[in-house]
């Protein structure tokens, strides 16, 4: 059992520095991330995913299907940042071994230390990696979603969309809303 608190709605993404992978091109493999960048002048929004392990069964299923709408978030001026408590060497092995992986346009974060995962709350206790744990960060650097699902079951990337889209409406959407339909309006 863990006693950590889940970092929450409204609350500022916590500071980090971490390695990431960004390329399989030698030379160009690794950046440095830093937490500077969820605060911006451009209004440009983040949306960091976790998952537990690489080289596992449901995780590139969900990297992958992020993968495929990268370009969804770019239109919807939104960052993707992948992240698990991996090192940045396995997160490059694994897109070196794993075909759908190969072509990734988003950075996977290497938490190794497991100090972010801790500090947002989503570090399981027992073998200390990360729940399947979506964030939708504003440009002012705070949390406006979050959510997390049990390790055996895969999150649904469309519907991290369609939240974005409602969050960026900045007005009151009501159940099952979509993108293009009437927000609710107060008399």
């Not at 995780?59 to 992020?66: D, L, R, V």
């Not at 370009?71 to 940042?81: A, H, K, M, N, Q």
């Not at 698990?84 to 290497?110: C, I």
């Not at 699902?149 to 939240?163: A, F, P, Q, S």
């Amino acid at each position: 059992m863990t006693t950590q608190k889940l970092i929450t709605v409204g609350e500022k993404f916590p500071a980090f520095n971490k390695n990431a992978v960004v390329s399989l091109e030698k030379g160009k493999e690794f950046i440095e991330l830093s937490s500077d960048l969820l605060e911006n002048d451009d209004n440009e929004w983040t949306v960091m995913f976790w998952w537990p392990k690489d080289f596992t069964f449901v995780c590139p299923t969900e990297i992958a299907e992020f993968n495929k709408h990268v370009d969804d978030f770019r239109d919807r001026d939104t960052r993707l940042i992948g992240a698990s408590t991996d090192s940045e060497f396995v997160h490059l092995a694994w897109r070196k071994n794993h075909e759908d992986l190969r072509d990734l346009q988003f950075p996977m974060l290497a938490d190794t230390s497991k100090s972010l995962a801790e500090e947002l709350g989503i570090l399981e206790g027992n073998e200390k990696v990360a729940y399947r744990a979506t964030f939708i960060i504003d440009p002012q650097g705070i949390i406006r979603w979050v959510s997390v699902y049990d390790l055996n079951v895969g999150r649904n990337v469309k519907e991290v969309i369609r939240v974005l889209d409602a969050l960026q409406t900045d007005e009151l959407c009501p159940c099952n809303w979509e993108k293009g339909e009437a927000t609710l309006q107060v008399a």
